[in-house]
């Protein structure tokens, strides 16, 4: 199969059983993409198909085929964090950090169709990414703070 | 330009960049070439005999290269404290989940398979899951040989009962026949999961004689003399590599099934990595307890309270092994920070037939102070006294003792009570079906072994060398904050090396809000011992008395010279300066953390839901190292005290976990969460250089309490037991109305 992750296509020959978060987590070694709940709960998982948030784990590869894949590897250009990795740091918008890069691709999904999200929906939005460190404060203004950053052209 | 004092600053966290680019390598994201899986056959019995196990289909299967059970495991039983617990099965399960047999193979896919193939015939035996039934006089008894467990306590008489501990003090019959009021009530708390959202995991290699370890502990080297004792190899034999950790809240002091990745990777000459799903970590994982809390209260007409006797009891589960004390605390926090001349606390721990309980921040805490907090407002109202007033009027102030006879240095309790009340708007009008609750609580920083080395090289980075393995709490962000501070330079000249376990002999770990106290002390004085070594260093090449000699940043000022740098110095003479500490502050701190919470709910009298509108949290704090990191734990804290109230609870039906997905098993997401008001009282006093006060417990433990007292208030019906589903109180609705 073909398949463009963060710019790059691969071709790649895998067992029709393997999920999107096995292929990029063991085939391509790329790692920050985290598998946790396993059953598509807790949005560890989540990459961008597509431009569309979806949990990797219970994604089959070849249903990503042809599409271009974001990961949180993917977010950072050569020499800047994304305004939202810079946000997340500066706003303590992670703790132990495994939900993390779910938690800003979900992120940045949402930044991307709405630019001025309310509060409420960035909560709603995020509502499918689990943290069981923050208590989702600290996310919540991370994620405001990078997009009121963004409209004021910072 | 940055600040030269760190300290209390909200400077980024050490680990930043590597956890939002997905670089930070965590235990499931180690591999090495050759690497084999590993999977675990687990009991479906809750009591029983295995009277056949066959391994032999597993073992012929293709792609498979070890398969082990009790046979291949030595013979010593695994445990933190109280060592009861095989590392396999030998011959006789004791709950559901227990771990039988295990197999290496080329692929997860393929372990499963095999894992499927194994064939167990059991024989059952009689079962007991509840505290009741595992103390009853026609009860099986789990665990018949227990004296003999490796630090176990002798038993008077056979018991499912394995620990039993009271305290006395005055003359509690006399002031129960004396007091106006007498108040009797049981309390109940649900099992719970930690619920970090990283799976345990181990990676174990064998190579020329040395065990390498990848595994996600939060207590690297009692990890390790756990696994030289139960391999029965030299502790000398075995390194723990620093993974980073995602998630702990208690239950990553647990290695769960590292010794059996140990006896995997033995058996196969390869290494195994073993990763456990979360069918397995809700089943067979190292929950929160549940427990059963009586209290019998006496009470004058006036709000003074005079006798109070605790029963707390402890469903221990089917072993102890994952207790790293064998049991848990929290009895006398069902005690609370009153005064109460004549008391009886009395803890029971008890093995029952179900998954074996660990540790959850806060070991014991959440129960009893949920407990004794919805008690006191019972109390409160029978008296009809504001609960507010009535806390107030018994609190322990500097110089009472407590109900178990310990004091506390300055107390701040009353300023925390007070500043929670009147944020939280205690006192203003409240429309029908709203309702709000108090609750209070204490946590001291937990003390410990720590260790920390300051090396200053040539060229002025700074290294600051640490045995701790950080859980996710920021703590490395912390040691350097303190050792920019020491040297008043930049954070970022001053990174961490973490060692793996080869790098000390003896350190605690995280845990208990140890961290800050034990290792921003280690951390101080390493930079302390630099300092001197600097300045001795200094004294000797220009002939000076050290007295004479005086830091301001980087620039060393000696009289009657121009001022030298020292980072070009060490350049010049090509060598580091090193001090190094081992610390040890085993003592619990007398000056605690208060934690006053108002939760102010909205319960609706047709459905009996619950909406948490508002929740306001006073802690009385020392000085506040990093505030966003501080702030986080409030945060996290709360929002767990949250589900812990409301949803979680690990649904056991005849011994069997049945909430084995994060799809049953709900925990808070961003919508859940009411807006948080954070009061901070601060304080002069503390523990440490730095005279701080732990934060990772108090804004857990009260919460529950907090929002039955506000249901309570609501709409007039107590919740005694946890969690408080929108089912309970439609029912104690329901009920009241017949």
Avoid at chain 2, 206 to 225: C, E, F, M
Avoid at chain 2, 235 to 261: A, M
Avoid at chain 2, 304 to 319: E, M, Q, W
Avoid at chain 2, 553 to 573: M, Q, S
């Amino acid at each position: 199969m073909r398949i463009t992750v963060n710019g790059t296509t691969h071709e790649l020959d895998v067992p029709a059983s393997r999920t999107l978060a096995e292929l990029l987590r063991t085939d391509l070694d790329l790692t920050g993409t985290k598998e946790s709940c396993a059953v598509g709960v807790c949005g560890a998982c989540t990459v961008l198909v597509a431009g569309r948030i979806v949990a990797s784990c219970i994604t089959l590869a070849a249903q990503a085929a042809d599409a271009n894949i974001v990961t949180v590897e993917g977010l950072a250009s050569e020499d800047r964090l994304h305004p939202l990795q810079q946000s997340f740091i500066d706003h303590g918008g992670f703790q132990c950090g495994i939900c993390t890069p779910g938690q800003l691709v979900a992120a940045k999904a949402l930044l991307d169709q709405n630019s001025t999200p309310t509060e409420d929906d960035i909560r709603e939005w995020m509502s499918g990414n689990l943290c069981r460190c923050t208590g989702y404060y600290q996310i919540v203004e991370s994620i405001a703070a990078a997009a009121a950053a963004a409209v004021l052209g910072d | 330009m940055t600040s030269l004092e760190p300290i209390g600053v909200a400077g980024p966290r050490i680990d930043g960049v590597a956890k939002v680019t997905g670089e930070a390598k965590y235990a499931v994201d180690q591999s090495l070439s050759g690497m084999l899986f590993g999977r675990l056959l687990h009991s479906s019995r809750p009591h029983a005999r295995i009277v056949r196990l066959d391994t032999s289909a597993a073992a012929a299967f293709p792609g498979v290269h070890a398969v082990i059970t009790s046979a291949d495991v030595g013979d010593h039983l695994y445990g933190r404290r109280i060592k009861d617990m095989p590392v396999l099965a030998r011959d006789l399960v004791r709950y559901v989940g227990e771990r039988i047999a295990a197999v290496a193979a080329d692929s997860e896919e393929i372990a499963r398979r095999a894992v499927d193939l194994i064939e167990v015939e059991y024989e059952d035996l009689p079962s007991v899951f509840s505290i009741d039934d595992a103390l009853a006089d026609s009860a099986p008894i789990l665990h018949p040989d227990y004296g003999t467990y490796p630090g176990s306590h002798p038993l008077d008489a056979p018991s499912n009962c394995y620990f039993e501990h009271t305290i006395n003090r005055g003359d509690i019959e006399s002031a129960f026949a004396e007091a106006d009021l007498v108040v009797e009530n049981t309390f109940e708390t649900a099992r719970v999961h930690q619920a970090y959202l990283e799976p345990h995991a181990s990676l174990v290699h064998l190579d020329r004689g040395r065990v390498h370890v990848w595994t996600n502990t939060k207590a690297p080297q009692a990890i390790r003399d756990v696994l030289a004792f139960t391999a029965d190899i030299s502790r000398d034999d075995i390194v723990l590599h620093r993974s980073t950790i995602g998630g702990d809240f208690g239950g990553k002091g647990t290695p769960l099934n590292l010794p059996i990745c140990y006896f995997l990777a033995r058996a196969a000459g390869q290494p195994v990595r073993m990763v456990a799903d979360y069918i397995e970590e809700f089943g067979a994982g190292s929950p929160r307890h549940a427990t059963l809390v009586h209290l019998k209260t006496g009470v004058m007409n006036d709000g003074t309270l005079v006798a109070h006797h605790v029963r707390f009891l402890v469903n221990s589960g089917a072993y102890a092994a994952y207790k790293p004390n064998g049991v848990i605390g929290g009895a006398p926090r069902a005690a609370g920070p009153y005064r109460v001349a004549n008391s009886r606390i009395e803890a029971r721990h008890v093995y029952t037939n179900t998954v074996p309980g660990g540790h959850m921040r806060s070991p014991g805490s959440p129960q009893a102070v949920f407990a004794l907090e919805s008690q006191l407002d019972e109390i409160a109202r029978r008296l009809d006294i504001d609960p507010l007033r009535f806390r107030l009027h018994n609190l322990v102030e500097d110089g009472d003792d407590t109900a178990w006879g310990e004091q506390f240095e300055h107390v701040r309790l009353k300023e925390t009570l007070e500043s929670a009340a009147e944020a939280a708007g205690y006192d203003s009008p409240k429309a029908p079906f709203i309702g709000r609750g108090i609750a209070i609580g204490d946590h001291g920083a937990g003390g410990g072994i720590g260790n920390a080395e300051v090396v200053l090289h040539p060229g002025g980075s700074i290294v600051l060398g640490t045995a701790i393995f950080d859980q996710g709490t920021g703590t490395y962000t912390t040691l350097q904050q303190v050792v920019a501070g020491q040297f008043r330079v930049p954070t970022d000249r001053v990174s961490i090396e973490v060692w793996d376990t080869d790098g000390t002999d003896n350190d605690s770990g995280i845990g208990g809000s140890r961290g800050t106290r034990v290792n921003t002390t280690a951390a101080y004085e390493a930079a302390q011992d630099a300092r001197r070594a600097l300045i001795a260093l200094v004294a000797e090449r220009f002939d000076q008395p050290e007295d004479q000699i005086e830091f301001e940043t980087d620039e060393v000022r000696i009289p009657g010279r121009d001022p030298i740098r020292w980072p070009d110095l060490l350049t010049e003479i090509e060598e580091p300066v090193t001090g190094r500490v081992h610390i040890e502050e085993r003592s619990p701190a007398r000056i605690t953390g208060f934690v006053a919470q108002i939760a102010e709910v909205a319960a609706a009298p047709e459905t009996g839901k619950v909406d948490v509108l508002r929740f306001t949290t006073a802690h009385d704090v020392g000085r506040v190292l990093n505030p966003v990191g501080h702030q986080g734990q409030i945060n996290g804290g709360v929002v767990q005290g949250i589900g812990y109230s409301l949803m979680e609870e690990l649904q056991v039906e005849d011994g069997r976990v049945t909430t084995l997905s994060f799809g049953d098993f709900k925990i808070p997401v961003a919508t859940d969460l009411p807006p948080l008001q954070t009061v901070l009282v601060e304080s002069e006093h503390g523990v440490g250089p730095y005279r701080i006060k732990g934060i990772g417990e108090t804004p857990n433990t009260p919460v529950a309490a907090a929002i039955a007292n506000a249901v309570c208030d609501a709409v007039g019906v107590r919740i005694f037991n946890l969690p408080i589903t929108s089912e309970k109180v439609h029912h104690a609705l329901h009920q009241r109305e017949n």
